[in-house]
């Protein structure tokens, strides 16, 4: 990529094909036809520049990326109303040719020729798409290359935003399996470098507990229900449009409506929904799914087909996995290991396939732990019943028990469901604290873990059974396959794996929006740092603060010194626009 001029020498020897035809139009200005297509008018080819660049809404203080050069009639367009910076990206030398011999003769726009991954690679591109740019794909040249332009638009957004510090909110539900997730999801987010918001709806669960068990009406309840959840609803957009995200996502049970993503979509956010449900379960992902940017789920195959009937625009197979920082091996006390200590455990609810399943259980060393036990038969097993057990306590859970079962979920089969294909989150998660693990073969477990080294695997009581006792009897083959399943957990399953994919689907799908958006470039603070100099005053206080730090308001006055302490000069003028920020506030406070 460089400038147009600088392209005619190069070009000089490049002769037109039968298939690009360099005409004069019936107003006298030249046109081209390539493939039977005219990229300019044969009439009025510079009002209809005007036309196309009227109705792109672009910001021209802002950088621009124009995918197809025809003639260069737009291009010229753009830079007679003042576009600060250009750039241009043609497949066809022919028509790059006559557009540098033409209109951008002494143009120093950027221009880039060929095969768009090459010029992808080159330093001015990736200079160029570092700031951030518009897209503008000249519409005659997507007809004629529709594949090279949506490939220059998923390169351009992937290379501008790539290395980005995004603004991702992730919205919780108020309780169930997805709670945990979105934590460990936006934790993920921000372990990536980007700012994150987690917004969380736990903290209502008691409250919509006690609002919906007090009352004996049915109905009564219901509405309080509906009106608690129109509120989070509400408190929820709120908070969002608020932080002004330029990407949010919504886990499964989140208390908001069919609406919500519309609404920050006229904000200009790209939405998402993380569906870690079994959708033959629970259907309500139909109204869901047609609704949001992106719909990502955890069963690949059959579901994509009803996803596609449905209407759903985008949608991608995410796995859960695991968070290093709470799913890893512990070391137990004394009194934990008299707590936690057993051959087997199990931790998750009591569906009815795991309770016809560890019936046939009983007579080993085996504790349970989680809510909806109700067999008799299991009650001495289970450990504080009813509770619902935390991520801490899971890790100790897992390190207490030679041997950690799972068994997905199934209310229609009394033991293995054959044609389950939703792996649960456990899987990952016994894997990453360390523990030695049997499960049964969900369908694409495989292709996730090695059964023969690092996950092995039962199909049914009797083969559980013969691997409790085999593996019972030899520790140290236990110890390998849990070293391996951890280390590939680590390598391969982290919710830094997952949120990665999830920006990279996001990013090839609506990465043109994000760039028409703009996005606040946020730097930290060993960035400015950097830039302001670490030999002046304020760069050597900079630097003295966590290098990873965002540069906000916020953050920086959380590092300020206390009143007693005397304050450097930079300190004291951070200091004072705290002050002026307070008093400003108040004052629009009482306005309003």
């Known amino acids: 990529m460089k400038p147009a001029r600088d392209w005619i020498e190069e070009l000089a020897h490049v002769e037109a094909g039968p298939d690009v035809e360099g005409l004069e139009g019936r107003g006298g200005e030249p046109t081209v036809r390539v493939n039977g297509v005219y990229l300019h008018s044969r009439y009025r080819p510079r009002e209809e520049a005007a036309r196309l660049i009227d109705s792109a809404g672009l910001d021209l203080e802002r950088p621009v990326l124009v995918v197809g050069a025809g003639l260069g009639y737009h291009v010229a367009e753009l830079k007679q109303r003042g576009a600060a910076q250009v750039a241009v990206v043609e497949p066809a030398a022919a028509v790059a040719k006559l557009a540098v011999e033409g209109l951008l003769r002494d143009s120093d726009v950027l221009l880039g020729v060929g095969d768009i991954d090459a010029i992808a690679a080159t330093t001015q591109f990736q200079q160029f798409a570092r700031k951030i740019p518009q897209v503008l794909v000249h519409p005659p040249t997507a007809k004629v290359h529709p594949e090279y332009c949506e490939r220059a638009v998923a390169v351009a957004a992937k290379t501008a935003l790539g290395q980005q510090r995004l603004r991702i909110a992730v919205v919780g539900p108020m309780y169930g399996g997805s709670l945990p997730i979105a934590g460990y999801l936006e934790r993920a987010f921000a372990s990536l470098g980007h700012v994150t918001l987690l917004i969380d709806n736990s903290q209502a669960w008691p409250l919509y507990q006690k609002a919906t068990e007090g009352v004996q009406s049915k109905h009564g309840s219901a509405q309080l229900g509906n009106i608690l959840a129109h509120f989070l609803g509400e408190w929820t957009y709120a908070r969002a449009a608020e932080f002004a995200p330029d990407i949010c996502i919504v886990m499964a049970q989140a208390p908001v409506n069919p609406s919500f993503p519309a609404r920050l979509s006229k904000e200009g956010v790209v939405t998402a929904f993380w569906y870690v449900e079994n959708w033959r379960h629970m259907p309500y992902w139909r109204d869901f799914a047609p609704q949001y940017d992106c719909f990502f789920h955890i069963q690949p195959g059959e579901f994509e087909d009803q996803l596609d009937r449905a209407g759903c625009p985008c949608h991608a197979f995410i796995q859960t996995g695991c968070d290093p920082e709470i799913h890893r091996p512990v070391k137990l006390t004394s009194d934990e290991r008299t707590e936690y200590g057993c051959d087997l455990s199990f931790a998750g609810a009591g569906y009815a396939n795991r309770v016809q399943m560890f019936k ?88 996730l873990f090695d059964f023969d080294s690092e996950l092995p695997v039962y199909r049914d009581l009797q083969g559980l059974r013969s691997k409790v006792d085999y593996f019972l009897e030899h520790p140290d083959e236990r110890c390998e396959f849990a070293r391996r399943a951890r280390e590939r957990a680590l390598r391969d399953h982290t919710y830094e794996k997952r ?53 906000t308001h916020e953050n920086i006055n959380q590092q300020l010194v206390t009143a007693t302490t005397k304050m450097t000069y930079p300190e004291g003028v951070f200091a004072y626009l705290r002050e002026v920020r307070s008093f400003a506030e108040t004052l629009f406070a009482r306005e309003r």
């Open 499 to 551: 949120a990665e994919a999830m920006l990279e689907c996001i990013l090839d799908a609506y990465g043109s929006r994000l760039l028409r958006k703009g996005i606040r470039v946020q730097r930290t603070v060993a960035e400015m740092a950097g830039r302001v100099g670490r030999d002046a005053t304020l760069g050597k206080y900079l630097a003295s603060l966590p290098p990873d730090l965002p540069f």
């Open 360 to 447: 046939g259980m009983t007579d080993y060393d085996f504790k349970i732990w989680g809510v909806d036990w109700a067999a008799s038969e299991l009650k001495p097993l289970l450990c504080r019943a009813q509770e619902r057990f935390t991520p801490e306590r899971f890790a100790k859970i897992v390190a207490g028990s030679k041997i950690s079962l799972n068994l997905h979920s199934s209310t229609i089969h009394e033991g293995v469901d054959p044609n389950c294909d939703a792996v649960n989150p456990r899987v990952f998660e016994i894997a990453a604290c360390g523990g030695f693990q049997l499960c049964d073969p969900c369908i694409g477990l495989e292709a």
